[in-house]
């Protein structure tokens, strides 16, 4: 969005258009752009409002019923951390005994509307002058809080002598301008160097900090956390969503840690709906400790058990699949994945989820797709994560017909790929 359109959304013509639409629907958007500019909207307004109505749409999972005051870039809304987590932020923070936050790169607001509605004042900083008035837009029901224009490096030594005390916030821009990927977006950058702030200046303005926090992407690589920092991994509804660093205060566990956040909305199958905006959810938080004289032996097929185990994602990128193994007295398939046997049924919470085995097939395409065909299935759902296959192709290979639907988990099993055929437990 430019700085034009910024201006016309957030006019009086423009807020009152955005009102008016209805609720957004793709197949009817070219009628409405007709329909709109029948009515006098310039075309540059229509494109702009319809564009902001399609994001606030999408934004509805993230933030609820409150999308519909806010507004969006489609980049800023990618990386926007959903409400849910950025409670979860707000209370580290606050806990931590800050009640100010600078917040240094603040994008439309996600993390600092957290802050905010936590009771913390807020002090954003936004480079970009549009991204920042959308950000003060999203800002204005809470006056102890500001937005403030320009680069972190400039601002940052007037902002350390204003506020002393407060604790620090980062959520470094992740996408590489100018660059889009193969669906059109700004494309993504997985490394430290290439962030905004530069995170040489985030790391020193947060160990300098009483507490302070970054959240980055949650393929961090265990050697890049900084020292005395801690690394929490944090995943929703199943999805592995972030690594945030903490520092200060702000530390409660050295090391990595997990944190698994689960809307309490289910889909119909009973598993977590990942696109609830998490109004509700369940929490728990793996430590080291947790996952301390896990075993380390591997599944053999003589002890495969009658029960699979599969780690949430947090667990499995903290390396404390150890808590899982520890819980249900079992062995990994293989070391680190999170794919886990045991003998017996046991209510693991939010650790991941629990299935029945039925059957082990050998992992060659003839004889699995023999035993497919045997079972009448022509729904195949493949689960993978230590097997190094392409999921589309077997299915293909398989040549599925039948009426019946099932699941299979591809391991390593002795040294051999095998298929577990399972249900949920």
């Known amino acids: 969005m430019d700085a034009a359109a910024a201006h016309a959304l957030m006019s009086d013509e423009g807020r009152e258009l955005l009102a008016s639409l209805p609720p957004y629907d793709e197949k009817n958007a070219v009628a409405l752009t007709s329909r709109l500019r029948d009515r006098g909207y310039s075309p540059e307004l229509v494109a702009a409002a319809l564009t902001q109505s399609r994001l606030r749409a999408k934004a509805v999972t993230k933030f609820g019923a409150n999308a519909e005051l806010m507004f969006f870039t489609p980049d800023a809304l990618e990386q926007a951390t959903r409400s849910a987590v950025a409670a979860l932020h707000a209370e580290r923070l606050r806990s931590s005994g800050a009640s100010r936050v ?83 977006r700004t494309k993504r950058t997985f490394s430290l160097a290439a962030l905004s702030p ?11 900090a009483p507490a ?21 991994f944090v995943s929703y509804a199943g999805d592995l969503v972030e690594a945030t660093l903490w520092w200060g205060q702000a530390v409660r566990d050295e090391g990595t840690t997990a944190t698994i956040v689960r809307p309490t909305d289910k889909r ?4 977590a709906n990942a696109d609830s905006s998490g109004d509700s959810v369940e929490l728990r938080h793996v430590t080291r400790p947790d996952a301390a004289d896990a075993s380390g032996a591997l599944a ?13 994602k947090a667990l499995t990128r903290s390396g404390l699949v150890g808590a899982l193994l520890n819980a249900v007295d079992g062995r990994e398939f293989t070391a ?19 299935y029945r085995v039925l059957d082990a097939v050998p992992l060659h395409v003839k004889t699995l797709r023999s035993y497919l065909r045997t079972h009448d299935v022509g729904r195949l759902t493949i689960k ?27 391991v390593n099993l002795d040294g051999e790929r095998a298929a577990l055929v399972v249900e949920p437990a």
């Open 212 to 232: 302070a926090g970054a959240k980055l992407s949650p393929g961090l690589a265990h050697g890049d956390i900084p020292p005395d920092c801690e690394a929490e």
């Open 384 to 410: 993978k994560r230590d097997v190094d296959l392409d999921a589309d192709a077997l299915r293909r290979q398989l040549k599925l017909k039948g009426s019946r639907a099932m699941t299979v988990v591809l």
């Open 300 to 312: 053999r097929r003589a002890d495969l058990g009658a029960f699979f185990y599969e780690a949430d």
């Open 198 to 208: 530069d995170w040489e200046l985030v790391q020193q303005l947060a160990a300098d």
């Open 102 to 184: 600078v917040d240094g790169g603040c994008g439309i607001g996600a993390d600092a509307v957290g802050f905010a509605r936590a009771g913390l004042d807020v002090i954003a900083v936004e480079a970009d002058p549009t991204t920042a008035e959308l950000a003060r837009h999203n800002l204005a029901p809470y006056p102890a809080s500001r937005v403030e224009t320009g680069l972190l490096e400039d601002l940052a030594p007037e902002l350390r002598r204003e506020a002393p005390d407060a604790a620090w916030w980062f959520d470094p821009a992740r996408r590489i301008p100018g660059v889009a990927d193969i669906h059109g």
């Open 268 to 271: 119909a199958d009973g598993s």
């Open 336 to 354: 680190g994945y999170g794919y886990v046997t045991a003998d017996a049924l046991t209510d693991i919470g939010l650790l991941g989820r629990a």
